[in-house]
């Protein structure tokens, strides 16, 4: 019914929003477009109801080119129902679902009876239509969102096109439009539908796109493409899917976040423990630790004791630790030390001057010592375990600081390794690595 094919959009110059995206839905297909803020989900569907031309590629409909069709047409065929709508003036619902039949009247012409008939017959698809002569304004939003289908349905379109439509809405509201959209579909009506929910596409959709910057990663059915690696590389988030056993098969039923492990930097020395389990693992393939949590959690000083704990059962150590340099009980700097060789220098100071060239906000990075640290990350021999305290916007917004610390992990040159992150940085460190496991730095043990 609908495809498109290599498309790509930018609203400035160089920043390419949308990458060679490419999807089709069927007749009575629920299509979800799954991603995180920010990918273009929204952008997309404006492209696919034809409201913004894509630098690249073409839209399809009905095997003609999207831009064949003129305004009216296309909204003959395509509804688009935003995120949020308030309309200016306090319209009855029954006022605003009759807008729906506007490509099909002639100029200034009024709707006919068999308009009205077909506005009624909508308010009572999608149980509205007692409530006909309420003002839209007063709606709860899960009301406001059945008013919009409603209007859809009276474009008598075969596509509608809905931007997050349980967003804001109680447990019960979104159960209800999303049972709506199902029967709906089961009649025939085509759906592209942009969410943030996972759990939404395993129950409802037929095809699952996955967006991550702009690009398609993953595209198919939504218990083949929404798995725990799929969903944490993504999303920037580790994740767990929940399964149920039907017929003696394996059937995800919904995806949770996980939280961080809860590790005592003592139990790498217990047999059997949580820690020391993954310790055994990286033997046979490389296990990544990325450390966590806010400033002065105790992530350092997680690291520093697991460093302690491995010299003591005779595991090699290596990395480039991070202490604190302190006046009192007031931080004014950051030490950088090698833990192969004991050797330590001043890394950062508190920042001073607004002018400084390798900053973040709070502190002033002495270059030279980075360069050193570098230089040492590269050369470390494959040791038990690989420490790096810490990688942080200077990495992985810049490109700037401990690089050598980010191409050693991308390059699985390690067996443990542990690097500290601090929490507004996870996701994108999970993007990178989905396979690391999350630790929450200083926090207590749970077996």
């Known amino acids: 019914m609908l495809s498109a094919q290599n498309l790509s959009f930018a609203y400035q110059p160089e920043k390419t929003i949308l ?19 920010g990918v273009g989900k929204t952008t997309l569907l404006h492209i696919l109801a034809g409201l913004l031309t894509p630098d690249t590629g073409h839209v399809f409909l009905a095997d003609e080119h999207l831009e064949a069709y003129s305004a009216a047409e296309r909204a003959k065929l395509i509804g688009l129902i935003p995120q949020l709508y308030t309309p200016v003036f306090a319209y009855t619902i029954k006022e605003m679902v009759i807008m729906g039949r506007a490509p099909h009247l002639g100029w200034l012409s009024a709707p006919s009876k068999p308009d009205v008939a ?9 149980g509205l239509y007692e409530l006909r002569d309420r003002a839209f304004t007063s709606l709860s939003g899960g009301e406001r969102q059945l008013a919009l289908i409603a209007r859809g349905l009276a474009q008598k379109c075969s596509l509608l096109l809905m931007d997050e439509p349980t967003a804001h809405l ?34 409802y959709a037929d095809n699952v ?33 929940i399964f149920d056993w039907l017929e003696g098969k394996a059937v995800p039923k919904a ?30 393939a ?20 697991l460093s302690q704990n491995a010299r003591a059962m005779g595991l090699s150590v290596a990395g480039i630790l991070s202490p604190g340099i302190y006046e009192g009980k007031q931080k004014i700097g950051i030490g950088a030390k090698e833990l192969l060789s004991g050797e330590e220098r001043p890394l950062a100071r508190l920042r001073e001057d607004e002018d400084a060239e390798l900053a973040t906000p709070r502190w002033a990075f002495d270059a030279d010592v980075l360069e050193w640290a570098n230089q040492k990350l590269a050369s470390f021999p494959v040791t038990d ?14 490109g700037e600081g401990l690089t050598q610390g980010l191409s050693r992990i991308d390059a699985g040159n390690y067996r443990l390794a542990c690097v500290v992150i601090r929490s507004s940085l996870l996701p994108k460190a999970l993007q990178r690595w989905p396979n690391a496991l999350v630790v929450e730095g200083g926090g207590s043990v749970i077996e």
């Open 19 to 37: 990458h060679d995206v490419s999807l089709k839905v069927q007749t009575g297909e629920v299509l979800y477009i799954l991603g995180p803020n």
């Open 255 to 284: 995806v949770v976040p996980r939280r961080p492990l809860r590790l005592l930097p003592g139990s790498l020395q217990e047999l059997g423990s949580p820690l020391n389990r993954i310790y055994e693992q990286s033997q046979t």
């Open 286 to 305: 490389p296990q990544l630790l990325l450390v966590t949590g806010l400033s002065g959690a105790g992530k350092t000083t997680w690291c520093l004791q």
């Open 170 to 203: 109680d447990l019960s509201n979104q159960h209800r439009i999303l049972e709506i959209i199902n029967q709906l579909s089961d009649q025939g009506l085509s759906f592209i539908i942009s969410s943030h929910s996972p759990n939404d596409a395993l129950a």
């Open 209 to 241: 796109v996955l967006l991550s910057g702009g690009w398609v990663t993953e595209y198919g059915p939504p218990k083949q493409i929404l798995t725990e690696p799929n969903i944490s590389s993504v999303y920037g988030i580790k994740t767990e899917v």
């Open 385 to 398: 375990l690989l420490i790096i305290d810490e990688l942080g916007p200077l990495e992985f917004l810049r």
């Open 118 to 126: 077909i506005v009624d017959e909508a308010l009572e698809q999608v």
